[in-house]
């Protein structure tokens, strides 16, 4: 059960402090209080954990600093959409808002390699009006010979770029607690000239004791890439151990399945899930079609995979897309063959918007169709 408090109560409040005795009075039943500071008000949310089938909402509801009660089901307790669950589907972080009802494209280097190639990169997203980028520093690999990314050296230029090109967010992929502490003191000692948002890789998905270590992480949202051989249960699952520890701004990521039903492309593309996450969950989806799709093998209209499976998964209402781009594809250190290239931002921007404003259409129509089906 969840108990909704209105916004900006006051915790020395006699109500409030009433409702806590109470609350610690019942038996078999834990508390936990969860703050989510935003910029106009904190909200508070109090979870009970235990038995609370037998709990009346409506002793709940006697107490004015309750503003509603959620029964919530076994599933996915803090990140689920529950049954007239009106809790927010978006949260803010450094001026930008990350939610199921809008769309960033987050474009750039699959690796950072040197600062030319990090800053042509930067200029052409600021030239296209954009504000987030991926770029990773840790990278993950098959091969233990091979380039394993620069790691905390290249942290201080690459916010420093980002900075200098407008960029917000960083999607940053993170498989220690050490490359956290490293990007919190590159972001220090660089007067936080931009934002990193947490990526979970799918070798990752269910690193308990990773997950369970960012989800006390109170600054940075996290992207939680979708485990490549586990169900969409599973990785659901691994998205609410970061939010029983805490941090709820999680991005869901879809990349693919890795499995050769899927061949030619890289992994079996999944983004028919787009909105099965958006409705079991209140998490905005990103969609990774350069992992997916992996080649830049092209249709005979002359439109690439990965334009085709980006603009599916837009046109399901996905809310990022994470795609790798290179200035000069045949030097990158890291999945060269499959980055779009520079003079290929704008097109893939303009595809985006046109599957996008196909969705806005979509949603118009099926509200239209309720209100229909309610009248007649
Ligand atoms: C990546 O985004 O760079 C990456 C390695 O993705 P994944 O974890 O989905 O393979
Ligand atoms: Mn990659």
Not at 28 to 41: A, F, K, L, Y
Request: hydrophobic share 35%; proline share 4%; net charge negative.
């Amino acid at each position: 059960m969840i108990l909704i408090l209105h916004a900006d109560t006051d915790k020395n409040g006699d109500d409030y402090r009433q409702l806590m005795a109470f609350l610690s009075n019942l038996g078999n039943i834990q508390t936990r209080v969860h703050d989510e500071v935003g910029t106009q008000q904190v909200l508070t949310e109090i979870y009970l954990v235990g038995d609370t089938a037998a709990l009346s909402i409506e002793d709940m509801q006697g107490f004015t600093c309750v503003e509603r009660v959620v029964r919530i089901s076994e599933e996915y307790r803090i990140l689920g959409r529950h049954h007239d669950d009106k809790r927010a589907t978006f949260f803010d972080y450094n001026g930008v808002r990350f939610g199921q009802d809008n769309l960033h494209v987050f474009a750039g280097l699959c690796a950072v390699d040197t600062p030319e190639h990090v800053e042509v990169m930067m200029k052409a997203l600021q030239e296209h009006g954009q504000q987030c980028t991926r770029m990773g520093a840790y990278k993950p690999r098959t091969n233990p010979y091979s380039f394993q990314g620069h790691g905390k050296s290249c942290l201080p230029w690459v916010f420093e770029l980002a900075g200098k090109y407008g960029i917000k967010v960083i999607a940053m992929e993170v498989t220690h607690d050490t490359h956290v502490r490293e990007i919190h003191e590159a972001l220090e000692s660089t007067g936080h000239p931009t934002g990193v948002m947490l990526q979970i890789g799918t070798r990752n998905t269910q690193n308990f004791e990773l997950l369970k270590s960012i989800g006390r992480e109170p600054d940075f949202p996290v992207l939680l890439k979708r485990g490549f051989g586990i169900t969409l249960e599973e990785s659901l699952n691994a998205a609410e151990y970061l939010a029983s520890e805490g941090n709820r701004r999680v991005v869901f990521g879809l990349r693919g399945m890795k499995t050769n039903m899927g061949d030619p492309h890289r992994n079996f593309i999944d983004f028919a899930h787009v909105p099965v996450v958006h409705r079991l969950t209140r998490m905005p989806v990103c969609i990774d079609p350069s992992h997916s799709v992996g080649t830049r093998e092209a249709t005979h209209e002359g439109i690439m995979d990965v334009f085709h499976v980006t603009a599916q998964g837009v046109i399901a209402g996905a809310n990022m897309v994470l795609v790798d781009f290179h200035p000069q594809p045949s030097k990158a250190l890291v999945d060269g063959p499959q980055a779009l290239h520079m003079d290929e931002l704008g097109y893939f921007l303009e595809d985006i918007r046109i599957a996008r404003d196909a969705y806005e259409q979509r949603v118009t129509l099926a509200r239209q169709q309720k209100k229909d089906s309610a009248s007649g």
